[in-house]
């Protein structure tokens, strides 16, 4: 089973869970915040959580990551690609002006996830300056919303399966800042992925300097540097403990079985960091459209 971020149906999230699993190869539950989704899957409820980390225009989802690294210790075992499509969503008969045409100008709110609105924040600016622009907990309540409230000149932003879901309409489609949109997500949960193979694999770490000193960072860069291991990621995220010490979280293109990987990681223990193994996953690239 597979648990899907946000509630309700239609999010970025149950999309692209769609995408990996396919229609027939789970089956989805919804959560309302990111919290329970990682809790179904702690308390057995949910076999996997479907964990949003990283978007095109508005990079890291801080606060997954701090979930995985910090409140949880289920380990990574898959990651996608997929485009995150933003339509603004109405009901159109409620914003035609004189013309037939639709006006924007008779929207007063529009309602998004965070993370969606900031991909829009050129369209917002251009077209809905005058609007109340609201955040709530994903992009499918924001349409739910508009669906529950006719007549407030509401409108979301959020996908086209949503609009279908709520029998709203697309007011404008695609009206992300660029077009080249894609949420890098997780699956995260007790058991190795066995619905679908692939050939690439990446292993993520999360790293713990001793104490800061000059070069410490560099010396455990220098690990993977001389054995031409390429990391595709590194980002610090606060211990939480006390301001200015971070945990470094290390993407890695290679398995932890690869020969040379093992050694690195006993380099950086060697120097007295900690290190705590996130995942060894296989990675499935998007083979649909581009943008
Ligand atoms: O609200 C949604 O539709 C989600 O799936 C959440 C989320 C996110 O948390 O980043 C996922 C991808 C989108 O690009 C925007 C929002």
């Known amino acids: 089973m597979i648990s899907v971020a946000l509630l309700p149906e239609g999010t970025v999230s149950d999309e692209a869970a769609r995408y990996l699993c396919g229609n027939d190869g789970a089956v989805r539950v919804y959560r309302k915040l990111i919290s329970d989704v990682f809790l179904s899957t702690v308390n057995g409820d949910t076999d996997y959580s479907v964990i949003p980390i990283e978007n095109t225009i508005e990079g890291s989802v801080s606060m997954h990551l701090d979930w995985l690294i910090h409140e949880v210790d289920l380990p990574i075992q898959a990651e996608w690609i997929y485009p995150s499509i933003q339509n603004l969503i109405g009901r159109s008969s409620e914003c035609r002006g004189d013309n037939g045409e639709i006006d924007f100008g008779r929207i007063v709110r529009v309602m998004s996830h965070p993370v969606a609105m900031a991909q829009c924040q050129e ?26 409230n006719p007549g407030m000149g509401l409108a979301a932003i959020g996908t086209s399966i949503a609009a279908e879901h709520f029998g709203l309409d697309v007011l404008a489609p695609g009206v992300t800042d660029h077009s080249n949109n894609f949420t890098r997500f997780l699956l995260v949960g007790k058991e190795p992925f066995r619905l679908k193979e692939s050939p690439v694999r990446k292993t993520t770490i999360l790293v713990t300097l001793p104490e800061d000193y000059p ?62 193994i996130l ?3 296989p990675l499935f690239a998007y083979e649909g459209r581009q943008g």
């Open 123 to 148: 369209f917002l600016r251009a077209n809905l300056p005058h609007a109340d622009w609201k955040n709530v907990s994903s992009t499918a309540e924001a349409v739910r919303i508009v669906q529950e």
């Open 279 to 281: 995942g060894s996953y």
């Open 215 to 276: 070069g410490a960072l560099h010396q455990v860069l220098s690990a993977f540097a001389w054995r031409r291991i390429n990391l595709s990621r590194i980002e610090s995220r606060p211990t939480k403990k006390q301001l200015g010490t971070y945990h470094f979280y290390i993407e890695i293109e290679m398995a932890l079985d690869t020969v040379l990987l093992p050694a690195a990681l006993e380099e950086i223990k060697a120097i007295g960091c900690g290190v705590r």
